[in-house]
């Protein structure tokens, strides 16, 4: 309670935040595994491409990366990647429109999602990822992710 995250990455919409304790009930699939964790990458308020985390803690974590076609592709971004293709969830065109209705009023956002049995929860919404200090590699996507926001004039 008392560290101001302000201070760890300059985001300035941590700084004038009280400090709470806030408990949320865990989310364990039927195996009692954390479920994959979606994370919808919206640029000016449009969904452009996901990553998915599965094995939440565990030593097999890996982060894949899709297009909105469900294409795989070669990101690297703070977690491995693997050689597994996660199955495109039935929920999938809902979650991206969601995202999009919550992420319109925004520059960038991604916002994170959970499925359990059958139903959509949001993980977190966040304006900077890594804070902004975490590179894409290999190092081309850096440039293409930045070529999806258009910055007012």
Partial sequence: ??????YFGRE??????APRIIVEKLLLDKKGDVPYDYKIYCFNGKAKILAVDKDRGKSTKARN???????????FWNTKGD???IEKPASFDKMIE?????????LFLR??????NDQLFIGELTLHPGSGFVPFLPKKWDKMLGDFLTLPL
């Fill in 65 to 75: 990366w899709y297009d909105l076609d469900w294409d795989k592709k070669d990101i």
């Fill in 83 to 85: 050689d597994s293709i």
């Fill in 12 to 17: 300035r919409q941590y700084k004038n935040i």
């Fill in 98 to 106: 969601l995202s999009e209705k919550i992420a319109e009023k925004f």
């Fill in 1 to 6: 309670l008392k560290k101001n995250y302000y």
């Fill in 111 to 116: 916002v994170d999602w959970y499925i359990l």
